[in-house]
């Protein structure tokens, strides 16, 4: 079970991140960009992830993953917190988070884990 305080401890491990609301949801950002929501409606995480990952997790494990007509256009994917393996999280989030943070911030941050 992959709790929404797992899943805050994951993302403000990171520097330069925030939490707040976003579109009446809590949200995670860094550099002002999105790293990930937590849907009050389903009370799970939403992820970024590529069209062709979601559509690739969809497939292979729809007891974990899944979308909705909302989220069908924009590149994310649900999970079912019951279901989420901890290390897939850690590593989106870490994915997601080094696309949309300042490279100055990803450096000195790869140095301090030396």
């Known amino acids: 079970m992959v709790t929404f305080e797992d899943i805050r401890a994951i993302?403000?491990?990171?520097p330069d991140t925030t939490e707040g609301m976003s579109w009446d949801a809590r949200s995670f950002k860094v550099n002002k960009k999105a790293i990930l929501f937590w849907?009050?409606?389903?009370?799970?995480?939403?992820?970024?992830?590529a069209f062709e990952e979601r559509d690739f997790l969809l497939e292979v494990d729809p007891d974990t993953f899944f979308t909705t007509d909302h989220h069908k256009p924009w590149?994310?994917?649900?999970?079912?917190?019951?279901?989420?393996?901890i290390d897939w999280v850690k590593?989106?989030?870490?994915?997601?988070?080094?696309?949309?943070?300042?490279?100055?911030?990803?450096k000195a941050f790869d140095l301090a884990q030396l």
Do not use: H, M
């Open 11 to 14: 993302i403000l491990s990171f």
């Open 75 to 85: 590149p994310f994917i649900l999970g079912r917190p019951e279901r989420l393996d």
């Open 39 to 49: 849907n009050p409606q389903y009370d799970c995480p939403v992820f970024k992830v």
């Open 91 to 106: 590593t989106n989030i870490e994915r997601v988070w080094r696309a949309q943070a300042k490279k100055a911030t990803i």
